[in-house]
């Protein structure tokens, strides 16, 4: 017999574009950055999602010098990643973990040139906690073809399940799964996606 659940649903969606300032503005802080507030801020942004963090520099003697991130993941746990500056006027590849919010972020010493703090368009969150199957998935695209992913365990996590999505904006594409859906083990599902390949994504799973 064919396993029966309650279904919920849970939405993702991006409502700001990457950029190097999203989080704190260039600035040559002596202790904590200024963050931004409001709707796409480094107080969240999007819907139930979490973002890569960036550091860019705009001069070249600041490479010995750290960034230390304080906020929430996608999991609404307390998240902490360092990131250090480069040497030179660029952007940093990004944080590891994908931030819901920032709260803090103190660098080591004052830097020399002005640094500001932005996003990547990696996008991750988490769809359950613990077990579950995923039934449907909805996916919205950004303008562009590319994969959304739902992994297992952590948004590092082994893709199990991963809907295409087509190249103009907005246009949905739906996935029903027989049976008794995709399973997720221990440790719950995650979705990832490209901010350019996607921009919302709704998701039904067992709850």
């Known amino acids: 017999m064919s396993f029966m659940g309650d279904v919920k649903s849970k939405f993702f969606e ?25 709707a796409g801020s480094a107080a969240g942004m999007g819907t139930n999602i979490g973002r890569k963090i960036t550091a860019t520099t705009s001069g070249s003697s600041d490479g010995d010098k750290t960034v230390a991130l304080v ?18 006027a660029a952007t940093t590849t990004g944080t590891t973990n994908y ?43 950004g303008g562009a073809i590319g994969n959304v992913d739902f992994r297992s365990g952590s948004t590092a996590g082994t893709s199990l399940l991963t809907v295409r999505t087509n190249a103009t904006a907005g246009n949905s594409t739906t996935v029903n799964i ?9 440790g719950g599902a995650f979705v990832t996606f490209d901010e350019t390949d996607c921009n919302a994504v709704t998701v039904y799973y067992d709850g």
């Open 14 to 38: 991006t409502t700001v574009a990457a950029g190097v300032a999203v989080i704190a503005a260039a600035a040559q802080p002596t202790s904590t950055f200024t963050l931004t507030t409001g």
């Open 71 to 88: 906020g929430v993941g996608v999991d609404g746990e307390a998240l902490s990643e360092t990131i250090t500056l480069l040497g030179s």
């Open 99 to 141: 931030f819901a919010s920032v709260t803090t972020a103190t660098v080591s010493a004052q830097p020399a040139a002005n640094v500001s703090l932005g996003i990547l368009t990696d996008t991750g969150g988490q769809v359950f906690a613990g077990p579950t199957r995923i039934r449907q998935a909805n996916v919205y695209s």
């Open 178 to 186: 027989p049976q008794d859906g995709v399973y997720f083990t221990v």
